[in-house]
């Protein structure tokens, strides 16, 4: 037993004992410094309010902050002008009282008011009709003009749709509002047909009565909503209808409308 406490108090454990708590505070120190480096332990750097701000001035407002952030992606929408901030994570801290750390990235969110719909089939054995209605019902405008084609003994048969001049598929994405052109079978007969007087109709009820030619929009005052065309009356018309008047098959009318 008396050799066992001697060893305990000798020298050398007392010196290896001292070495080996100078080692281990060593360790723990070292392990500390390094977490609060990497952690950033007590760093807040407050997070800017980017709501509101247009892309172009984002580089000013974090000039000078040690702050990085980063566009995930844009969003459709009317409530806002394009290109501004809509989104952000993290949250501002003046509405949070929440802070970051450096090197954290801010994500941000974009408007934008360029809306990509669907274009559907047309062409084919649709008629002229339920295309225009497939149009209107995607947001896209559209025009339309005829072709004799031997090989269709029909009429108002859609036999291409075209995108800026160019053939266009179904299927692809193209902006809200864009104009296709519709290529339409005129038939063979070209025959005349009774053009009614249409003024103080609604657009709606027209469109009901123009089986035998096309109707296209000149000027629409105060329309804003689909809602609102379908609903304006006409004011006036080209060519000129009443009794007696007549145009030929497929003849493409011109409609001004007020709501």
């Known amino acids: 037993m008396k050799k066992y406490l001697k060893f305990f108090i000798g020298k050398v454990f ?51 902050k040690n702050i990085q952030y ?20 993290p949250e501002p801290t003046d509405s949070t009282d929440v802070y970051m750390k450096e090197g954290r990235i801010i994500k941000l969110r974009l408007s934008k008011r360029t809306k990509l719909v669907v274009m559907p089939r047309l062409n084919g054995k ?28 029909g009429e108002g048969q859609v036999l291409q749709q075209l995108y800026k001049g160019e053939p266009i598929d179904s299927g692809v ?23 009614p007087d249409f003024t103080g109709m609604t657009f709606s009820k027209v469109k009901q009565l123009s089986g035998s030619f096309s109707v296209k ?11 609102d065309k379908a609903n304006a009356r006409v004011v006036k018309q080209l060519p000129l209808g009443g ?17």
């Open 14 to 64: 007392l010196i290896n004992l001292l070495v080996l708590i100078v080692v281990w505070i060593a360790i723990v120190w070292i392990e500390m410094a390094y977490l609060d480096s990497f952690t950033r332990h007590g760093q807040k750097i407050e997070v800017p309010n980017f709501y509101g701000v247009h892309k172009d001035a984002l580089d000013d407002l974090v000039a000078g």
């Open 70 to 89: 980063e566009i995930v992606d844009s969003v459709y929408t009317t409530d806002f002008p394009p290109g501004v901030v809509i989104f952000q994570y």
């Open 126 to 153: 649709v008629s002229k009709r339920i295309a225009e209605s497939l149009l209107e019902s995607k947001g896209l405008t559209y025009t339309i003009d005829y072709k004799l084609d031997p090989s269709v003994s």
């Open 173 to 195: 994405l193209i902006p809200i509002g864009s104009k296709i052109q519709l290529i339409v079978s005129k038939g063979l007969g070209g025959e005349e047909v009774n053009l």
């Open 217 to 227: 929009v000149m000027e629409c005052s105060n329309c804003i909503t689909e809602e």
């Open 243 to 259: 009794d007696g008047m007549t145009i030929l098959s497929g003849t493409t009318l011109e409609v001004w409308l007020e709501k």
